[in-house]
């Protein structure tokens, strides 16, 4: 198939698979295309939330989220989709909480050091 306008990518892929791919959708089209402008918005904000993580806390503290989060859906979908709990999701989600508690346990442990070192605070010297 030749393209010979710069629209005609974009005509063929909303009109050709995601437009068969609505018509078969089965709660209808226009739930379909709801669905899919709700999933990028929820995506977007997802993306928005870990980049002010990154800028507020730290880019380790925004992986180890994220991290959290993917046995999390997991275990969301053991729940709302009646999926079955196999072992790999019970290993992820062991690892995961254990990389978590490290971080934190860690980031605790920093902190009460830190307050226990005396601050030392240079004084500006004057010249006569």
Same mark, same amino acid.
């Not at 925004?62 to 999390?72: D, H, N, R």
């Not at 790999?88 to 226990?116: D, I, M, N, P």
């Given at each position: 198939?030749?393209?010979?306008?710069?629209?005609?990518?974009?005509?063929?892929?909303?009109?050709?698979?995601?437009?068969?791919?609505?018509?078969?959708?089965?709660?209808?089209?226009?739930?379909?295309?709801?669905?899919?402008?709700?999933?990028?918005?929820?995506? #977007?904000?997802? *993306?928005?939330?870990?980049? @002010? $993580?990154?800028?507020?806390? =730290?880019?380790?503290?925004? %992986?180890?989220?994220?991290?959290?989060?993917?046995?999390?859906?997991?275990?969301?979908?053991?729940?709302?989709? #009646?999926?079955? *709990?196999?072992?790999?999701? @019970? $290993?992820?989600?062991?690892? =995961?909480?254990?990389?978590? %508690?490290?971080?934190?346990?860690?980031?605790?442990?920093?902190?009460?050091?830190?307050?226990?070192?005396?601050?030392?605070?240079?004084?500006?010297?004057?010249?006569?």
């Amino acid at each position: 198939m030749r393209f010979q306008h710069r629209g005609d990518f974009g005509r063929v892929v909303i009109h050709g698979v995601i437009g068969r791919e609505a018509r078969e959708f089965g709660l209808g089209e226009t739930s379909y295309y709801v669905l899919m402008v709700g999933s990028a918005l929820i995506w #977007q904000c997802f *993306f928005l939330g870990a980049i @002010g $993580v990154i800028f507020c806390g =730290s880019s380790l503290l925004s %992986a180890i989220i994220i991290a959290v989060l993917l046995p999390v859906t997991e275990i969301l979908a053991v729940i709302f989709y #009646q999926e079955k *709990f196999q072992a790999e999701k @019970g $290993v992820s989600l062991a690892l =995961s909480l254990w990389g978590f %508690a490290s971080y934190f346990y860690g980031e605790v442990k920093h902190t009460k050091k830190e307050k226990q070192t005396p601050q030392t605070e240079m004084l500006p010297v004057s010249n006569p």
